[in-house]
Every structure is written in structure tokens, then in C-alpha cells.
């Protein structure tokens, strides 16, 4: 991959079919992978195994899934089941909320699918021992919520450790006026989380910062991200979930326009 790709994020909440609709467009717009988070109400290798059966080229990535809720052993199971192609596939997967015994548990999730055949690993990771273990045991890191100067330090302190590390960084964009006020509320809710809050004040940030509201400032802040990092994925925040909302987001946000 070449430093500095772009990506496209979704939400697993929109379930597989809507994914189905919306992975064709993300291909053809030259997107290099299609991001999906897994949550309790949306399963994002379900949402995958629908994006692989409508596209050819596409990378295919989980961003990411808390191996607390969902075992490593599980995650592999499923990968089989469903018919993952694994050479278009990363699985990220991070701690969870349960803080105690976080390093071990990812050290061993990442060994776990590595046995099962998941070539390709990375961890979502805030801190600094969290994103060591991405980078020496598994294929990279996902940082999330960072601006571009905190992105380019992290990516890399974490290339001088092991330079053939992965780095994206994952970064929540509305391109629509419509879509701003469900960007702040999201950003609102993060900065409340007390890990994220202290993360924000080490970094001496606002969590506005971490994202790109604004259409016209899209290209200089997709530049500031490529330099930073191997690749930017961005998050889409649209106006409403509906598959048009998407895709209107992707036409706007395109490698190939952007």
C-alpha cells in the first residue's frame, strides 16, 4: 500500500444489505479499503461478507472489534463461516472497556487469529504500550481521534520501532452542512469518555480538532493526514443513514475528486 492511502469508514449499524448497495460505489470511486465498525447492534464481518460478494479489488477491514465482547477464537470462526477472502481482508480489533489484562488479552487475540489464518492484524490503540503491541505482534496500529501533527508524531516514533508497521489513522468527516450537527454530538460523546477526554488533554487538543467538518477544507486536511500516516480512512458522517446519504458522500469525498 502507498503511504497516505484513502479509505472509506461505515457504521455496521447499517447492516449488510445497505453495505452491499454502497461497496460498489466506494470501489469504483477508488477508495483502497471499505472500513467497518462492529457493534452490539451491527456486525461488521456479516456487513464484509456482503461488501466481498459485490466487489473484486476492494480491501476489506474491521474498525475495529473489542475482543471482551467478541473472542479472538469467535472472530477466526466467523471469518471461515462466512467466506471471507482473507488476502482482501484486515481484521482490527481493540481492548474492549475491560481495562484490566488489555495488553495480554490483545497479545493473545492477535496470536489466536495469526493461528487461524488472518494474515493481516491490527490494533486500535490509544496509549503508548497498547500501540507497541500493534506494531511488534501484529501487522500495525488504527489510531482514531488524533490530529494530523499528533498522527505524523505517533506514526513515527512507531516506524522507528518496526518500519514495516501499518499505520491508519481514522477520521470522522461530514462533507454536508446537514451532516455537522451529528459530527458534533459524536465528538461530544467521545470527549466525555473519561479515557478519551485525558487523551485529549495529553494531547493538548480540542476533539473538534480530530475531525474535519467542512467540505472546503477536505483536500488540505486529507494531505496533512497522508503525510502523517499510511492511510487516512475516512469515517463518513451523513445527514441521515440512508444508502443515497452515503453515496452522495462518496461522490463528494472521492480520491479521485477530493
Known amino acids: ?9 461505515l457504521a455496521g449499524s447499517l447492516g449488510p444489505d445497505a453495505v452491499a448497495e454502497i461497496a460498489p460505489a466506494v470501489e469504483s470511486a477508488g477508495f483502497h479499503t471499505l472500513w467497518i465498525n462492529d457493534t452490539p447492534d451491527g456486525d461488521a464481518l456479516v456487513a464484509l461478507a456482503a461488501a466481498a460478494r459485490v466487489t473484486g479489488r476492494l480491501h476489506l477491514a474491521t474498525g475495529v472489534i473489542p475482543v ?14 462466512l467466506g471471507l477472502p482473507v488476502d482482501r481482508l484486515t481484521i482490527g480489533i481493540g481492548s474492549g472497556v475491560a481495562k484490566e489484562g488489555s495488553l495480554s488479552r490483545v497479545r493473545e487475540a492477535i496470536d489466536v487469529l495469526h493461528d487461524a489464518g488472518v494474515p493481516r492484524v491490527v490494533v486500535g490503540a490509544l496509549g503508548p504500550k497498547m500501540r507497541r503491541v500493534g506494531v511488534e505482534r501484529a501487522q500495525g496500529v488504527v489510531l482514531n481521534w488524533v ?38 454530538a459524536e465528538t461530544a460523546r467521545y470527549a466525555s469518555f473519561p479515557h478519551y477526554a485525558a487523551n485529549f488533554e495529553r494531547m493538548g487538543v480540542d476533539a473538534a480538532d480530530t475531525t474535519i467538518r467542512d467540505v472546503t477544507r477536505l483536500s488540505d486536511a486529507l494531505q496533512a493526514y497522508a503525510a502523517a500516516a499510511d492511510e487516512v480512512v475516512l469515517r463518513a458522517v451523513v445527514p441521515d443513514d440512508t444508502v443515497e446519504g452515503y453515496l452522495d458522500f462518496i461522490r463528494r469525498a472521492a480520491p479521485s475528486t477530493g
Open 1 to 9: 500500500m502507498t503511504r497516505g492511502a484513502v479509505s472509506l469508514g
Open 147 to 184: 490530529p494530523p501533527l499528533e498522527a505524523r508524531a505517533q506514526s513515527e516514533a512507531l516506524h522507528a520501532i518496526a518500519p514495516a508497521a501499518h499505520i491508519a489513522v481514522y477520521v470522522r468527516t461530514a462533507m454536508v452542512p446537514a451532516a455537522r450537527a451529528r459530527l458534533d
Open 68 to 81: 471482551d465482547r467478541r473472542p479472538a477464537e469467535t472472530i477466526a470462526a466467523d471469518v471461515r463461516s
